[in-house]
């Protein structure tokens, strides 16, 4: 199964994810893109964007523990000894979201976590690795649609092998965050 066949595959089976076991009955669902603006790494160079549906696992009162899963594109500049390239990547996310108010309401956040992605095309960055870590750490803000919310982040995210393989090239990045959120 090609790429493009395969991400279809992971897009229907995310949109059947059930609720989490630990989330409560007013847990929310989002859809979100990542796109970045300002690369910041001096080594190498990269435009990954990525795709997510994330939802609440547990929230504490205004605490809330969130998980999106990814599917990146990936798009590695050539660097001396290694070729760079393109392809997809597929992988999960953690974080911690605080909120200044629960509902639907024009509402600022802080979000904090990070994950582990598998480059099914190629290496990323192109000093890199298939298994990729990531972190993350953003503000943003949530904004009353009808009975939705949208979602606009300014999120800085690195990108690495965090040491497991030989060669750890490393990618940072700010990114811009587009998202719709529904429910509470």
Known sequence: MHCAGRATVLIG?????????????????Q??????????SSIDKGHPWRLMFGYSLVRWDRLTLHQDWVIS??????????P????AAF?????????????????????????????AGTTFP???????????????????WNDRQLNAAVRWQHISNAGVFPKNAGYDAVHLVLGIRWGR
């Open 73 to 82: 594109y990936l798009d590695a500049e050539p660097r001396a000894d290694s």
């Open 91 to 119: 992988g999960t996310d953690m974080s911690f979201q605080w909120r200044h108010r629960r509902g639907i309401a024009l509402t600022p956040h802080y979000d904090i976590g990070g994950g582990i992605q598998y480059a």
């Open 84 to 87: 760079g390239g393109h392809g």
């Open 126 to 144: 192109a000093h890199g690795g298939r298994w990729m870590f990531t972190l993350n750490a953003g503000v943003g803000l949530l904004i009353p």
């Open 13 to 29: 089976l995310l949109a059947g994810v059930p609720a989490a076991a630990g989330e409560m009955a007013d847990g929310y669902r």
């Open 31 to 40: 859809l979100a893109a990542s796109l970045p603006i300002v690369q910041t």
